[in-house]
Every structure is written in structure tokens, then in C-alpha cells.
């Protein structure tokens, strides 16, 4: 089986700690799998998490990205035929929608777009969030460009404030499912 690179972006939210999940449940279906972090999620993966950026290496067999690079530097990832963006939060979710490419993490998915990658989006934020009126808007601006958003029935429901952050209840498998085969 030929690999195709998936491109895994990451926010900081507490599904981000069970990385592992999605890597493995993606290279089991013929995915290589390559992670880049949102600058927050990095930070919980080097100080909150000791040795996490170093097994996600491990895991993938890639360098974990998290800024970006200078012009002079090469390339270290291969190119991304798709993008899995997850768990994905209110704040990446509206800057995103605005075009806003402030981080690398933005720029490969605002780029990813005019691309026209498959974009599949899983988020994780809350019910009052969800409540906010830029949500709402940011989501429907995404989907209308072609992004699949795994929001509601079948993907990711919100939980009240400070409740429901059941990692193992994070629909994963959803999200590879809905990368193309």
C-alpha cells in the first residue's frame, strides 16, 4: 500500500494528550502521518508533557512542527495530500475562518484550502463557547469552502463547562473515517 501523508494539526485541548490514537488508527489504514502543533499545544506537549514531542517523533518518523521555518531552511516534512485538524479549538476555529495565519498551524490550514486539500476538522471546545455568535458563523464559513466539520450528531457535541473532558469519549475514529480513502 502506497502511503499518503496526512498532516495532523493539533490545538491546544485535552484530546491533544492521547495523540497517539489518531496517529496509529490512521497508519493502520495507509496514512503517513505527520504532526504539526499549534504553538499552545506545544507548549503543554514540552511542559506539561515531558518526552511527548519526542514519542510523537518516534510514532511518526517525523520531526513535530510547531512554527515556522526560515526561508534558508529546507523542508523537513513531505508534502500533506490532506489535513486532519484536531482537536481543533474555538480560537483556531475562528481565526482560521477569518484567514488569519499567524502560526504555522493556521497557514497550512488557511494554504490547505486554496489547495484544495481534503480538510477534515474535529473540534473540542465548550457549550458556552459553542454559544458564542462567531462559532456558528466560523463553522458555516468552513464548510461552505469544502472543509468537512465534524460538529454535532456523529462527531463532537460540546459538554458543559468544565465537564466532559473524557478523552477516551473523543471521537477519533470519526475523524479518520471521514479522510478520504
Given amino acids: 500500500m502506497t502511503n499518503r501523508t496526512l498532516y495532523l494539526i ?40 515531558p518526552g511527548e514531542i519526542e514519542n510523537l517523533r518516534a510514532l511518526t518518523g517525523h520531526p513535530v512542527r510547531h512554527q515556522y521555518k526560515l526561508p534558508s531552511q529546507p523542508d ?23 484567514g488569519i495565519s499567524d502560526t504555522l498551524a493556521l497557514g497550512l490550514v488557511t494554504e490547505g484550502i486554496g489547495l484544495g486539500l481534503p480538510i477534515v476538522a474535529l473540534p473540542h471546545w465548550n457549550a458556552a463557547q459553542d454559544r458564542h455568535p462567531a462559532v456558528p458563523r466560523s463553522v458555516a464559513a468552513l464548510r461552505e469552502v469544502g472543509v468537512t466539520v465534524l460538529l454535532g450528531a456523529g462527531g463532537f457535541v460540546p459538554n458543559p463547562p468544565r465537564e466532559g473532558d473524557d478523552q477516551d469519549a473523543y471521537p477519533w475514529q470519526a475523524a479518520i473515517s471521514a479522510l478520504p480513502s
Fill in 10 to 49: 493539533a490545538c491546544a485541548a485535552p484530546p491533544v494528550r492521547r495523540l497517539g490514537v489518531p496517529i496509529r488508527a490512521a497508519q493502520a489504514v495507509g496514512w503517513d502521518v505527520c504532526v504539526v502543533l499549534t504553538p499552545s499545544a506545544h507548549r503543554w506537549a514540552t511542559e506539561d508533557a
Fill in 76 to 98: 523537513v516534512l513531505p508534502a500533506p495530500d490532506a489535513l486532519l485538524v484536531a482537536p481543533l479549538t474555538a480560537n483556531t476555529l475562528n481565526k482560521w475562518a477569518a
